[in-house]
């Protein structure tokens, strides 16, 4: 391999780990070398004489460190070698071997290991049949532990505000102040503090509608269902009353802040285009920002209109009419009626997808533009997917066309009522999910004959 002034770094970089170990022992500088933004922009066209430059040391010393890497790169495995030993490394966690004996394996063996890489590998395991989501997320933090070495040298983003990877960061910033506060609050004042942290409930609700229907769309579903499973150990975690429990609870959420930042975070900023990108900016909107963080105004990405092609011409007017089986509604009437409706709406077509639900201004459980189109399975937390399926199979087959669930959930009692949608001909053509929140009727006592407009 020729190497000289104009070779571009990223590639060697890539193959051979061990020529960007000597460039960080130059300058710390050479990270910016392993930032997804300076990887997927400028980092493209980096020469080596750019990296001389960059990190101020002379040219040639530049090409005789990276040759000699290279050469002593020769015994390292193949790239297919080395990924049947992460997968080995991965399935003897599962088999209970000690980790710390694996992570020795691992950095005589392997040494390196990416973001990227880590959700690649579960990715494969669980699509090769050899694990379930279910047993990765249960040894989910003995993975980041093998690797987590090889991960500490945490990405240094360089995001701009009103980017959400720099929103999340700087609601992860709250997160550890206020873990920090209440691991040093006496036992008095602890509980109270930690009420606070339910907001992060919020974080992990865009993530679960923004970040991972996109991830799935580039086949990485994964590492994703892995993390959602997270969250709802968290979750309930965060409403214990008891001050031995707390630890427990916090020890978690600090554990998903490094997995945010050290894998989820810098695949998101591998994969994601700048339409990805302006997708999750619209939709975190919808479902809100936690602990007092508002997104910049910075980060100026192209228009909506600069982004998606013009719709075809061929298509129905708001105010044209539609022939329905009584009457006439427009488009536009549809559309309001919908939303003004005191329910939520989710409808999920003949393929298992999310094709509507109504955007209205106080729905119960949040929603974003980024679940439409996905499957409904991926919608819903792991443990409840055979559920889903259930009630699914159940209706296609035109053995159940409703299920009903309630929830009591501190002063709200929740309905959730799923309907299966068949056609004239009995085609099974969707289902209709419909909740509804009832404290307020449930209340309700005698009986009101007249408006009263007071109330």
């Known amino acids: 391999m020729e190497i000289n002034n ?6 060697l970089i890539d193959k051979y780990p061990k020529v960007f170990d000597e460039l960080l022992k130059f300058s710390s500088k050479a990270k910016r070398f392993k930032n997804p933004i300076v990887r997927k922009t400028i980092g493209k066209k980096a020469t080596l004489e750019m990296v001389s430059v960059i990190l101020e040391v002379p040219l040639e010393r530049i090409i005789s460190t990276i040759k000699s890497a290279i050469e002593d790169s020769v015994d390292i495995p193949l790239e297919k070698d080395r990924k049947e030993m992460l ?10 071997v000690d980790v710390e004996i694996l992570k020795a ?52 983003y360089e995001t701009i505000p009103g980017h959400p990877i720099h929103t999340y960061l700087r609601e992860n910033l709250e997160i550890t102040n206020l873990l920090r506060q209440i691991r040093s609050a006496p036992d008095s004042d602890k509980i109270e503090l930690f009420r606070k942290l339910g907001e992060i409930s919020i974080h992990y609700t865009r993530k679960e509608n923004q970040l991972f229907p996109i991830l799935e769309k580039y086949d990485i579903s994964g ?21 031995e429990e707390i630890e427990l609870a ?33 939709g975190e909107e919808e479902i809100g920002f936690a602990f007092g963080v508002r997104p910049g105004d910075q980060w100026k990405p192209v228009t909506t209109a600069d982004l998606h092609k013009p719709l075809p011409t061929k298509t129905v007017k708001a105010e044209e009419s539609l022939n329905l089986d009584i009457g ?48 409904v399975q991926k919608c819903h937390p792991p443990k409840s997917v055979d559920v889903v399926e259930d009630i699914l199979e159940k209706f296609k087959s035109g053995e159940k066309n409703v299920a009903e669930f309630w929830i009591q959930a501190v002063d709200d009692f929740i309905m959730i009522r799923y309907f299966a949608m068949h056609d004239d001909t009995g085609k099974y053509v969707g289902t209709l999910e419909v909740s509804q929140e009832l404290s307020r009727l449930r209340s309700l006592e005698g009986e009101r004959r007249l408006v009263e407009w007071g109330e």
Not at 116 to 131: A, N, R, S, T, V
Not at 223 to 242: F, G, N, S, Y
């Open 87 to 96: 997968k080995n490394l991965l399935l003897d966690i599962h088999k209970g």
């Open 6 to 11: 104009s070779t571009i770094i990223l590639p």
């Open 105 to 156: 394996q691992f950095k005589e063996a392997v040494g390196d290991i990416t973001p990227y890489e880590i959700g690649q590998l579960e990715q494969q395991l669980i699509d090769e049949g050899y694990l379930d989501p279910k047993e990765i997320t249960k040894l989910s933090d003995l993975h980041v532990e093998l690797f987590r070495d090889s991960l500490n040298v945490k990405e240094d």
């Open 328 to 375: 006439n509604l427009t488009i536009e009437q549809i559309n309001i009626m919908l939303k003004t409706l005191p329910v939520d709406l989710t409808f999920v077509n003949e393929n298992d997808e999310v094709a509507y639900y109504s955007d209205a201004e106080d729905r119960i459980f949040p929603r974003s533009r980024g679940i439409i189109g996905r499957s």
């Open 223 to 243: 590492p994703p269902q892995v993390m959602w499973a997270v969250h709802d150990e968290i979750r309930p975690l965060l409403k214990t009353e008891q001050i």
């Open 250 to 282: 916090l020890q978690k959420v600090d554990d998903m802040i490094y997995k945010e930042e050290h894998i989820l975070f810098p695949m998101t900023l591998e994969f994601f285009n700048e339409v990805d990108w302006l997708n999750v900016r619209e």
